[in-house]
C-alpha cells in the first residue's frame, strides 16, 4: 500500500547541513507534549463527521460573542437559501412535469409557464439571501479573529514567567498563534458548510421522494471525495508540524540577513554568503518537504475522483435501468438528474467545507489547549491583600531551578530588605543574581522556602499589590518602539501622561538633554523600522530605561540590574549617586551591579556563588573577611592601582562606610 494510503505518520525528516553546521543537529517539533494532537490524526472521516456539530458548535459561540446581529443574519440567510434549492427542485420538477405531458407543444409549453416563473422567482429570493450572508459573514469574520487574537494575546500576557521560560509552553504559545486566523477561516467555511448541508438536505428530500435507492447512491458518489480531502488536510497538518521549528529557523537566517543590527558583521566579516548558502540548504530541504506533499496529494485526489466517478457511473446506470424497466418516469428521472447534480455539488462542497473545519480545527484546538494551559499557569487575579506598604521583604531559604534547568538557579537564600536600604548583590556572571531580583519581584515564585512581603507570603499574595509596589529596571529592559514620551509614560502607564512628570523623569536619568536633541523632542518615534524614526545608542537608551525607574519612584522596592552597563563613567558615578537617594525611609532599593565602586557604599552587601549565599555584610566586614567578595573588589580595584615604587600594584584603600 502507498504511503498516501496510511494515516499520516510523525517521521524523522531529513536533517539538512546547516541544521548540523547552526544549530548543532535537526530542528524539529517534539510531538512529545503533543501526543494527543497525534492520536487525533488517527481519526476516521466517520468521526471527523461526527465531530462537526461539536467544531461547529464552538466556532459559533466564538461568533455569538463576535457578533450576534451579523450571526443571526447569516444563519437566516443560509436556512433561506436551503428552502429556495428545495422550492426550485420542485419547479424544475414542475417544468419536466408539464414538458413531458401529452398535447401540443405550445400547450405544453402554456403549462410550464406558472412553474417556470415560480422557478425564476424562487433563485432571485436564493441570490438576495446569499448575497445577504455574503455581507454578514464578511461582517463576522473578521470580529472573530479579533476576539480569538485578543483571547490569545491576554492569555500570553497573563502566565507566570516560568511559564513562558519553558520551551515547551513557547512552543504551545508559537503553535497557538494559528488559532485566531484559523477561527476566522472556520467561519468562512461554516457558512457554505451549512449553505451545503441545507442544499443537500433539500436535493436528498426530492431524491427520496423520486426513488428511495437514489439518497444512498448520492452519499457514496461524495464519500471518496469527503475522504481524500480529509487525508491531504491530516498531511498537511502534521507535516507543518514537524517542520514549524525548521521554518522558524531558515526565516531566522533571512531576518538575520536583514537585520540592522547584524548588518555590520555581515558586511565586515563576509557572513552575508555563510548564511546565504544555509539559508539555501535549509529552504532545499523544506521544498523536498513541499514536493512530496504535492505528490501525495494529486495521488490521493486522482484515487478519490476515480472512486466518485465510478459511483456516479454506478448511479446514472441505476437511474437507466429504473426509465427502462418502466419504473421511473422519464420527468421524475430528469428532475433525479439535476437533484443528483445539485445533491452531489452539495455534498463535494460539504466535503471540501468539512475538511476545512476539520483542518482549521487543528489550529484552533491548539488555541483551546493554549488557553486552557495559560489558564493553569495564569498569575492568579486574586490573593491575599499586603498588610499595606512594605517594611520589610525576608526571603527565607528559597530554592529555585529553571523549568528546562537540572541544578537549581537559587540554593537555599535567605536575606532581608528593609525600606531605607540600599542592598547590593553580587557574584560571578550566572551566580543567580538576577533570577534572585525577579524572584523578589514576585516574577517568578519559589519551588521551596518563601518570600515574605511583611506578614504575607508572595505564593499567596495578590500579585498585582505586589507589582504595583515595585519599580524593575531589568537587564534586558525594553527598547519599546514608540515616541520618547511614551518611552517614560510606560513606567507608569496607569496614570495620565503629565509632561511634567516625563521632565522631571528624564532630568532625573540625564535623559533630558538628549532627548532635546532628537529631531521632534519627546516626539520622536524611537523605532528604526518606521519612517522618520529615530533610533539611540546604548547608554542612550539606558537613560531613557532610568528614567522610568523614576516614574517608579512612588514604589516601596525598587530594583535596578546593571543600570549603568552602557553609560560613560561621569554618567555612571551620577546615575549610582542618584539611585543611592532613591532609598529613602519608605522605599528600599535593591542593586545588582559588577562595578565594585558602587557596591561599596550599600548598606548591606549580599554575595552570591553558584547560586548560593556565601557571605554578607558590610563592605568594611566583608574587606575585613578577605573572601571572595574582597577578592572581587581587590581585582577590579587593581586595574586602577597607582604605578608601584618597589614592584607589585598599589591598590587604593577601600572607602569607609559613610
Ligand atoms: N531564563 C532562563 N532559563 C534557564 N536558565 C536560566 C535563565 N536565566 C538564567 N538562567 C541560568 O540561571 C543561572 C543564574 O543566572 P542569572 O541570570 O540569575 O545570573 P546572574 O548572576 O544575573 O549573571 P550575570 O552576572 O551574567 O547577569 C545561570 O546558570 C543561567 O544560565
Known sequence: MRRWLRRPQVVEPEVSEAEKALFGGPLRYDMGWNQHEDARLKLTMWSAIRTLP????????????ADRRALRTVAAAEVGQGICEALGLLAVNAVLHALLAGGTAADRLRDAVPAL???????????????????????????????????YLTAVAGVEMEAVESPEFQRLIDVAQFGAASARRMISACVPAVNSVFGMIAAGSVLSILHPVLLPLLLLIAVPRGWGAMRVSQQRYVSVMQWIEHVRASRLIGNLLTKREAAAEVRAHQVGSYLLRHYRSMAETAEGEQTRLAHDKAAIQLLASALSGAMALCTYGLLIALIVGGRMELAAAGTA???????????????MNVNQLHEESLYVRDLDRFLARAHDHAIPATGAPLAGPLHTLTVEGITFT??????????????TVRTGQVI????????????????????????SGDIRWDGTSITDADRAEVFAQIGLLGQDFEEWPFTAAANLHIGRPDLPRDPERLEAAAAWSGADKLIDELPNGWNTLLARMFRGASDLSGGQWQKIALS??????????????????ALDPEAE???FDKIRELATPHRAVVLVTHRMAAVQHADHIYVLTEGALTEHGTHADLMAAGARYAAMYTAQASQFALPAVNGGPVIPAPAREP
Open 402 to 415: 529553571y523549568p528546562d534547568r537540572d541544578t537549581p538557579a537559587l540554593k537555599d537564600v535567605s536575606l
Open 548 to 565: 522610568r525607574t523614576w516614574m517608579r519612584r512612588d514604589a516601596r522596592l525598587l530594583i535596578v540590574d546593571e543600570p549603568t552597563s
Open 337 to 351: 438528474v439535476m437533484g443528483i447534480r445539485s445533491g452531489a455539488a452539495s455534498l463535494g462542497a460539504l466535503a
Open 573 to 575: 558615578i551620577a546615575t
Open 117 to 151: 416563473v415560480a422557478g425564476g422567482v424562487v433563485a432571485v429570493v436564493s441570490a438576495l439571501f446569499a448575497s445577504l450572508s455574503t455581507a454578514a459573514a464578511g461582517r463576522l469574520e473578521p470580529k472573530v479573529e479579533r476576539l480569538a487574537t485578543e483571547r
Open 424 to 447: 547590593a548583590l553580587v557574584g560571578a556572571n550566572g551566580s543567580g543574581k538576577s533570577t534572585l531580583v525577579k524572584l523578589l519581584a514576585g516574577l517568578y515564585l519559589p519551588d
Open 54 to 65: 461539536g467544531l461547529v458548535g464552538s466556532c459559533l459561540r466564538l461568533a455569538w460573542a
